[in-house]
């Protein structure tokens, strides 16, 4: 820790390092909230040389019962089983590409307010996307995308708006229908996406589970780093 600490001071960072005892998730969570932190950090990995996804339980039970927003970094290189990433191969330019699903729900909004945050500090990229979600719309409602798009276009180009104004410099907007978590995971891969930001609790969603199984999905499956924020409770 203590060389850590120098490593980050010599950054210039202020650092306070801490060993508790005490179940480890709790006194985080504690922690952030007494000295209200903007943020926990947690690694993340991304696969190892099988194939399977590495998340630790750490990072599992944080982001189930976390107040405060939840940033789950992975590293660029996959790693073998057992072996764990340092942050020398985090890569350091990771709101180069940042994407932000929205259902439009409350906290969706309260996590784009972070986006507007991101825009003018020098994120080169932001893609705004809405998915309308077939399993809610098929097959009873499938004359009524046209209509539902029409509707959400103009919330994400709202949303543009203010993004351009609050000095981004590229921002884009995607409408998709098909499977939330699919869709989400896909636009990652194919625009090569370094930050997923999102809401855990959204339209829709039992209001008992913290975690929305999008968000779930997304913290588990996404190759980027993600950025998780929690509902006000």
Known sequence: MENRK??????????ETKILSGYSVKEINRIAVDEDYSAI?????????????FFSDLAYDLIYCSQKPIMLLRS??????????????????????VLFPTDFSDNADLAFTYVMEMAPMGTKEITLLHVQDKSRISPYLENRVEEFNKIDNARLQSMKKLLVDKGAARVQTVLKYGSPSV????????????????GTQGR???????????????????????LLIPSRR
Do not use: P, W
């Open 6 to 15: 120098k490593t980050l001071k010599d950054e210039g960072f202020d650092v």
């Open 183 to 198: 869709e989400i995971l896909n636009m990652v891969t194919d625009l090569d996406v370094q930050l997923v930001v999102m």
């Open 204 to 226: 829709g969603y039992v209001k008992e589970f913290f975690l929305g199984s999008v968000s779930h999905n997304v913290a588990r499956q996404s190759q980027s780093s993600v």
């Open 41 to 53: 950090v947690v690694g993340a990995q991304r696969r190892s040389s099988q194939g399977e996804v």
């Open 76 to 97: 660029g290189l996959d790693v073998k089983e057992g072996v764990s990433g340092g942050s020398e191969n985090v890569c350091c330019e990771i709101a180069n590409h």
